[in-house]
């Protein structure tokens, strides 16, 4: 495939899952937060699918896309809580991206998004510590890790599911694989 044609696919897939970010984003707000600083994660769904599917900076152009789109759903784009938003997306999407190219097949999406929510959720505990609340950060840290994980499994199955299932995701992968 041409450089170029590459270029436009990659691009019309960054604007599509980022619509998706911004959709699950809108979708998360609506449902009640366990605790309010707590958020479920399902707007990392098109992430945690592009990994497979993105180079490195199509795919950091979908993280950038997200935090954006989701600071100005919650209308917190100049305030801390971006900020917050966008260290943990950015953590999470290296995390997750190296991870699937560094150990392939070996770790599926549970394990990658596992991986991303919890490395999500250190670096926000770290921001937190410094910027924030201090050392009394260290008190959300066990709540914040753990539903970290258990979002995280949770979403990593969903992802392993629909990717199985989804005939797009299929030749969108195959699209990628296959040029």
Same mark, same amino acid.
């Given at each position: 495939?041409?450089?170029?044609?590459?270029?436009?696919?990659?691009? !019309?897939?960054?604007?599509?899952? +980022?619509? %998706?970010?911004?959709?699950?984003?809108?979708?998360?707000?609506?449902? &009640?937060?366990?605790?309010?600083?707590? !958020?479920?994660? @399902?707007?990392?769904?098109?992430?945690?699918?592009?990994?497979?599917?993105? &180079?490195? &900076?199509w795919y950091l152009a979908l993280a950038f896309?997200?935090? %954006? *789109?989701?600071?100005? @759903?919650? *209308?917190?784009?100049?305030?801390?809580?971006?900020?917050?938003?966008?260290? +943990?997306?950015?953590?999470?999407?290296?995390?997750?991206?190296?991870? !699937?190219?560094?150990?392939?097949?070996? @770790? *599926?999406?549970?394990?990658?998004? @596992?991986?991303?929510?919890?490395?999500?959720?250190?670096?926000?505990?770290?921001?937190? #510590?410094?910027?924030?609340?201090?050392?009394?950060?260290?008190?959300?840290?066990?709540?914040?890790?753990?539903? +970290?994980?258990? #979002? *995280?499994?949770l979403l990593g199955i969903f992802a392993d599911?629909?990717?199985?299932?989804? !005939?797009?995701?299929?030749?969108?992968? +195959?699209?990628?694989?296959?040029?």
């Amino acid at each position: 495939m041409a450089a170029s044609t590459r270029a436009s696919t990659e691009a !019309r897939l960054v604007s599509l899952l +980022g619509a %998706f970010c911004f959709f699950l984003s809108a979708v998360e707000y609506m449902v &009640p937060k366990p605790l309010p600083f707590m !958020r479920l994660g @399902i707007a990392n769904l098109p992430i945690l699918l592009a990994a497979d599917l993105l &180079p490195l &900076p199509w795919y950091l152009a979908l993280a950038f896309v997200k935090v %954006f *789109g989701m600071s100005v @759903i919650s *209308g917190s784009l100049f305030s801390y809580v971006a900020l917050f938003s966008l260290a +943990g997306t950015l953590t999470a999407a290296l995390a997750m991206w190296a991870a !699937r190219r560094a150990f392939k097949d070996k @770790i *599926g999406a549970v394990g990658i998004s @596992i991986l991303g929510a919890v490395s999500s959720n250190a670096v926000q505990i770290l921001l937190a #510590t410094v910027l924030v609340f201090g050392e009394a950060a260290r008190l959300i840290a066990p709540p914040f890790l753990a539903m +970290g994980l258990v #979002t *995280g499994a949770l979403l990593g199955i969903f992802a392993d599911r629909f990717a199985d299932r989804s !005939r797009w995701y299929a030749l969108v992968k +195959g699209g990628v694989d296959g040029t």
